[in-house]
């Protein structure tokens, strides 16, 4: 009896070492392959909207310059914090070090700040492209862009330093030897932090695309008046439908992201308690995004036809 208790110690000869989590042989199998289908599928996706932006330069607008970022962000969650977070998930002992777990931590919190950023931009884009049409090329420029983007990259990657080394805890005070687990003591700079990094950010993107929403049912409303009779008058209803479908397509996109990411905040912030799995549910945002892309993005069913059957060139 003692030795199957120790059998299942990620350290056998360590009484205070973690105990192992025994899941059936096929249940193990199955829960790695769709972890690894998930992050295979996000880089893939990522990585066609990556290419399409950047070598069509019909492509090059400052809304699209903001889908390039939230791609290369996703990319990356695919590509590291998905594959970590699966063996954080799926294995309770921890072989990979606290630096390699401090790492994980960091860059998980990153890239999640990285998409909510990105999500900020992208609702004041949309904000000025249905409220102010006229202006909306010469207030929002490639360069302009370009300069925020880089901006907010600077400041998540400076602040989540700044946090983790200031605020978080990883594998202090330990449950047992060697876990990978955060401890974020519910104190003034975690209420600051989540004021931050979470209640300003959606305040923000829900602020504007309630102003977008009255806006675009305006604009709607006048569509089917006299004044839109007019010649002049149809091709401005025309550019507003356009940016407003736009607008549209990427309100769903924010509202996916909050959909993801809303249920863990309020377990933690309710029960100060996380779930391994439901954790994982930000996450899969990054999978969800190019998806959005391919259904309501036409450019993206060409170029990716265009990639795939490998007449990049000839495009």
């Given at each position: 009896?003692?030795?199957?208790?120790?059998?299942?110690?990620?350290?056998?000869?360590?009484?205070?070492?973690?105990?192992?989590?025994l899941?059936?042989t096929s249940?193990?199998?199955?829960?790695?392959i769709?972890?690894?289908?998930?992050?295979?599928v996000?880089v893939?996706?990522?990585?066609?909207v990556?290419i399409?932006?950047?070598?069509?330069k019909?492509?090059?607008?400052?809304?699209n310059?903001?889908?390039?970022?939230?791609?290369?962000?996703?990319?990356?969650v695919?590509?590291?914090?998905?594959?970590?977070?699966?063996?954080?998930?799926?294995?309770?002992?921890w072989?990979?070090?606290k630096?390699?777990?401090?790492f994980?931590?960091?860059?998980s919190?990153l890239f999640?700040?990285l998409?909510?950023?990105?999500?900020?931009?992208?609702?004041?884009?949309?904000?000025?492209a249905?409220?102010?049409?006229?202006?909306?090329?010469?207030?929002?420029?490639?360069t302009r862009?370009?300069c925020?983007?880089?901006?907010?990259?600077?400041?998540?990657i400076?602040?989540?330093a700044?946090?983790?080394?200031?605020?978080v805890?990883?594998?202090?005070?330990?449950?047992?030897f060697?876990?990978?687990?955060?401890?974020?003591?519910?104190?003034?700079?975690s209420i600051?932090?989540?004021?931050?990094?979470?209640?300003?950010?959606?305040?923000i993107?829900?602020?504007?695309y309630?102003?977008?929403?009255?806006v675009?049912?305006s604009?709607a409303r006048?569509v089917?008046?006299?004044?839109?009779?007019t010649?002049?008058?149809?091709?401005t209803?025309?550019?507003?439908?356009?940016?407003?479908?736009a607008?549209k397509t990427?309100?769903i996109?924010?509202f996916?992201?909050?959909?993801?990411?809303?249920?863990?905040?309020?377990?933690?912030?309710?029960?100060?308690?996380?779930?391994?799995?439901?954790?994982?549910l930000?996450?899969?945002?990054?999978?969800?995004?190019?998806?959005?892309?391919?259904?309501?993005?036409?450019?993206?069913?060409?170029?990716?036809?265009?990639?795939?059957?490998?007449?990049?060139?000839?495009?």
């Open positions: 009896m003692e030795e199957h208790k120790d059998a299942q110690n990620c350290f056998p000869e360590l009484n205070s070492s973690c105990r192992k989590v899941l059936s249940i193990y199998i199955t829960l790695y769709f972890f690894s289908l998930i992050s295979a996000t893939f996706l990522n990585v066609l990556i399409s932006i950047s070598h069509f019909q492509l090059h607008t400052p809304t310059l903001l889908i390039l970022s939230l791609a290369v962000a996703d990319l990356l695919g590509l590291i914090v998905i594959p970590v977070g699966t063996v954080a998930i799926m294995e309770s002992c072989f990979l070090g630096y390699f777990c401090v994980y931590v960091y860059i919190y999640l700040s998409s909510l950023g990105n999500l900020v931009l992208i609702s004041i884009d949309r904000y000025v249905v409220c102010d049409p006229l202006l909306y090329h010469s207030k929002i420029t490639i862009m370009t925020c983007i880089s901006i907010t990259w600077c400041c998540c400076i602040y989540n700044a946090f983790i080394k200031t605020s805890n990883v594998q202090l005070p330990k449950r047992c060697e876990e990978c687990y955060i401890v974020e003591g519910f104190n003034w700079s600051i932090d989540l004021v931050i990094t979470m209640v300003v950010p959606c305040s993107i829900i602020i504007f309630l102003k977008i929403f009255l675009a049912r604009q006048k089917f008046s006299k004044e839109a009779a010649k002049s008058g149809v091709k209803v025309q550019a507003n439908k356009s940016q407003r479908k607008a990427l309100g996109v924010v996916t992201y909050l959909s993801c990411w809303i249920p863990i905040f309020f377990l933690q912030f309710f029960t100060l308690q996380s779930s391994a799995y439901l954790s994982f930000p996450f899969v945002n990054s999978f969800i995004n190019p998806i959005i892309y391919a259904f309501f993005y036409p450019w993206f069913k060409v170029t990716t036809k265009h990639i795939l059957t490998m007449k990049l060139r000839r495009s």
